[in-house]
């Protein structure tokens, strides 16, 4: 079985600033790893993924991920955030050796401010 | 991307009422959909796997005859809520896999159903 933890569930911030919103796994099998991002009363929508290769993935709206294998960890981070970023975001993990369904973490919400 | 599309986004009904959402794949199909439930600020709870053709597949705890799954064709699954309560009151989404055989893990998302039960 697969468990994702997020630390944080709320992490304030100011316009303009970095941001690290973090994710640990565990699991006894490889897996691939999602970041999903959610707007209020709204579905998910893949931000990135890592399937293999690159440890440090780039997604959508300027947000890259880093795969540490030995931390088991997938933090998700941008250099510099916008009010629109405002929204929960999920980490995600599934098993590559199988056809599965995800496990998500309990979510972190990103609160930027002007 | 594959899109998927849930109807109603919003729905509000009396106690002991049937509730019907609809999942729909819109430029792909989709053998497989799940269907999960997040409570407010919490994750998803999948529910259950949606099979095109054949009997849904619940997760641990949650009741058959309470969530009612149809997935008739390849493009549609629908989630019944049946003599619907309160505590049933929830925010519904579902997902599916862009296409057949895809392993990568990747779902693509409904814009997801408010249920308010009165």
């Known amino acids: 079985a697969q468990s994702v933890t997020q630390l944080d569930s709320q992490v304030p911030v100011f316009e303009e600033a970095p941001v690290e919103l973090r994710c640990n796994y565990s699991?006894?099998?490889?897996?691939?790893l999602f970041w999903y991002v959610q707007y209020p009363n709204q579905g998910l929508q893949l931000l990135l993924k890592y399937l293999s290769g690159s440890t440090l993935v780039k997604g959508i709206n300027g947000f890259e991920a880093e795969f540490n294998k030995s931390q088991t960890s997938f933090h998700l981070r941008k250099p510099s955030v916008h009010i629109s970023d405002t929204a929960e975001y999920f980490c995600?993990?599934?098993?590559?050796?199988?056809?599965?369904?995800?496990?998500f973490g309990k979510g972190t919400m990103l609160l930027v401010s002007p | 991307g594959a899109v998927v599309s849930q109807h109603p986004s919003w729905v509000i009904c009396k106690s002991g009422t049937s509730v019907k959402i609809e999942c729909r794949s819109l430029?792909?199909?989709?053998?497989?959909m799940f269907w999960y439930r997040q409570f407010p600020k919490q994750s998803l709870m999948l529910m259950a796997t949606s099979n095109e053709g054949s009997k849904a597949t619940y997760e641990q705890g949650v009741e058959k005859d309470k969530f009612l799954i149809n997935h008739a064709s390849l493009t549609l699954s629908t989630l019944t809520v049946t003599s619907a309560h309160p505590e049933d009151s929830s925010f519904y989404i579902c997902?599916?896999?862009?296409?057949?055989?895809?392993?990568?893990?990747?779902?693509?998302f409904g814009e997801g159903s408010r249920l308010t039960v009165l």
């Open positions: 430029d792909f199909q989709a053998t497989t």
């Open positions: 995600a993990v599934i098993p590559n050796s199988g056809y599965s369904t995800l496990t």
């Open positions: 997902s599916a896999r862009a296409w057949e055989g895809d392993d990568t893990g990747e779902l693509f």
């Open positions: 699991s006894s099998v490889s897996v691939y």
